[in-house]
């Protein structure tokens, strides 16, 4: 099964940095990240680089970089056996362009759920994956989408998977400045609005009521929709901190809210503290130097310790409360009432 998003003719602007850089040295500095990673669940990491392909490419080093770490994290995510290959090959349709792809042999991805991925709201069925740490997407692969049509990639982010035997992420891009679409080093062009799903998560009449919930546990973040929902908010997941910080620099409100000019969105950020990649102390210092409209919102920070030198260096971090797990509803609700969310 083989999956496309293209842009669409409702858009928001975004800078790109358009420059030329080393390639292969940068790829080289990411697997490098994931290397332990690897090693430590038993899996074989490869990286192919084509011969026939330069090692400088004209084009946004930050965004190429978070692209594939967003397919390399998904990819490990959801792998428990064999191997992982990121490969750069050259297109044999477009000269000057290359051809970027993370292949896996791990659980893959049912046909009719491959639409699902590239959703801002949706994930995969955790009971239809319990057995592969069911963790979800989240909003990693719909940014990535984003980024790679930004680039320049004539069809954006494509999937092939077969389910229970593997998948492969992949996308174009120009590597050539003459064969770029972008000739400016920086350039404003225009990109999808998100749009909800209709099975998106959001619940509540008033889509501004709504909770950014950062939670590396499936089941952690099932707990804290439901409750949620009963008090009428709508959620947003996101698995770790690097995640929740990569949605939130590229978000804007006005696609997702109400019109009102001070609406944020969201009303509140509940993260949990022990999460990969980045954690909730980390998550919070930088979510905390994000633009002011945003990064106003309370942050509850949730651990299953509640050690003083934690919860001290939460609230130097920037967070608003700490809740130690598990989560109860009556201290869910007083944290509530203290911001006034709910009565």
Not at 160 to 186: C, H, I, R, W
Not at 321 to 341: D, G, Q, V
């Amino acid at each position: 099964m083989i999956s496309s998003i293209s842009q669409g003719p409702s858009a928001k602007k975004l800078c790109l940095n358009m420059t030329q850089f080393n390639l292969h040295k940068k790829l080289c500095e990411i697997i490098r990240l994931f290397e332990v990673q690897c090693k430590h669940k038993g899996l074989d990491l490869r990286f192919v680089y084509s011969n026939y392909l330069p090692h400088e490419m004209y084009g946004d080093r930050d965004r190429v970089g978070q692209v594939i770490i967003n397919f390399l994290s998904n990819a490990l995510k959801f792998t428990s056996k064999g191997e992982i290959v990121l490969s750069v090959m050259p297109s044999m349709e477009c000269e000057g362009w290359a051809i970027f792809s993370v292949k896996d042999t791990g659980i893959g991805i049912k046909e009719d759920h491959i639409d699902k991925l590239f959703s801002a709201f949706g994930k995969l069925d955790a009971r239809e994956h319990a057995a592969m740490n069911p963790q979800g997407v989240g909003l990693g692969l719909m940014i990535s989408n984003t980024l790679a049509l930004m680039m320049g990639s004539k069809r954006g982010i494509e999937v092939t998977s077969v389910y229970q035997q593997g998948s492969e992420f992949y996308f174009e891009l120009p590597t050539k400045k003459e064969n770029s679409p972008l000739a400016d080093d920086e350039i404003r062009i225009e990109i999808q609005k998100p749009k909800p799903r209709r099975d998106s998560g959001i619940h509540s009449p008033c889509e501004c009521r709504r909770v950014l919930s950062v939670e590396d546990n499936d089941y952690n973040q099932m707990v804290i929709e439901r409750m949620m929902k009963k008090l009428n908010f709508g959620i947003v997941k996101a698995f770790n901190g690097e995640e929740a910080l990569q949605f939130l620099k590229e978000f804007r409100p006005e696609n997702f809210c109400c019109e009102r000019p001070d609406c944020t969105a969201f009303s509140l950020i509940i993260t949990d503290l022990q999460m990969p990649i980045m954690n909730g102390i980390d998550f919070i210092k930088n979510f905390r130097i994000l633009p002011e409209r945003i990064s106003k919102l309370p942050i509850i920070l949730l651990s299953a310790t509640d050690e003083s030198d934690k919860v001290k260096e939460g609230y130097e971090a920037g967070m608003n409360n700490f809740i130690a797990k598990p989560l109860t509803e009556e201290s869910l609700k007083k944290c509530l009432k203290t911001y006034r969310l709910i009565n």
